[in-house]
């Protein structure tokens, strides 16, 4: 079946405009996860959806990031006021569930977002 | 948040197996051991993951430490494909199981 999708795959943007940023997890995933990763380093956790909930928010780096998921399925990564630290690749990760031998998550390709 | 550490490189001859090794020396009794790898210009994909016991799968096996303070991805036999960051991962056990990622380690397979 269908893997996880993102779009756009590239984004340049200028300094202070606001981007949004799309994952649609795999059909009947109940979890959803979004990542950073800058240039040569790991993943860098930011938000985790459980339905249309978001129980953890810890990674979010500042109150310009905001997120949402509607209809336990498509997610929006937004953010505000874009700097040029914010330029990455956001990947959005969907599993099952959350826990447990269920908890594979399935990556995306990435949003890679490049801030002039 | 348990960590967990890896060599920033490797190298293998293709056709040759690859042992990956991993230190998690903070692993609690509950904490899984995934393994991902990331093939460049895409997100990461599973590769393999365990709690105790050693586990094998079509992509490659984990052979876990007895008293589980490290383990190591086992790839049977390279190909120039294997060629990726692998990384060795342990699930936070807040209530969200996020994965905190390391920065892995970097295989390059030689022709």
């Given at each position: ?116 | ?19 990956l ?14 393994w ?11 590769v393999i ?11 490659a096996?984990l ?9 190591t991805l086992i ?11 692998y ?25």
């Amino acid at each position: 079946g269908a893997g996880v999708s993102q779009s756009p795959s590239n984004k340049v943007t200028e300094k202070g405009k606001d981007v949004e940023l799309r994952c649609d997890p795999i059909s009947g995933h109940t979890a959803l996860y979004w990542y950073r990763q800058r240039l040569g380093q790991g993943l860098e956790f930011l938000i985790y959806f459980q339905g249309n909930s978001a129980p953890d928010k810890s990674g979010l780096p500042s109150d310009r990031f905001s997120a949402e998921r509607t209809g336990e399925s498509v997610s929006t990564l937004t953010i505000q006021r874009t700097q040029q630290e914010d330029s990455a690749v956001y990947l959005c990760a969907s599993s099952l569930a959350a826990g447990g031998w269920m908890d594979t998550q399935y990556f995306g390709p990435g949003t890679r977002l490049t801030v002039l | 948040d348990a960590k967990t550490t890896q060599p920033n490189s490797m190298e293998s001859n293709e056709e040759e197996p690859v042992h990956l090794p991993c230190n998690h020396s903070t692993i609690s009794g509950t904490d899984y051991i995934h393994w991902y790898r990331q093939l460049p210009s895409q997100g990461p994909e599973y590769v393999i993951h365990g709690l105790t016991s050693n586990v094998n799968n079509r992509m490659a096996s984990l052979a876990i430490a007895e008293d589980r303070k490290s383990s190591t991805l086992i790839l049977h036999r390279a190909t120039l494909r294997d060629a990726a960051v692998y990384y060795c991962i342990l699930r936070d056990k807040t209530g969200t199981y996020k994965y905190i990622f390391g920065t892995g380690t970097r295989l390059k397979v030689l022709a």
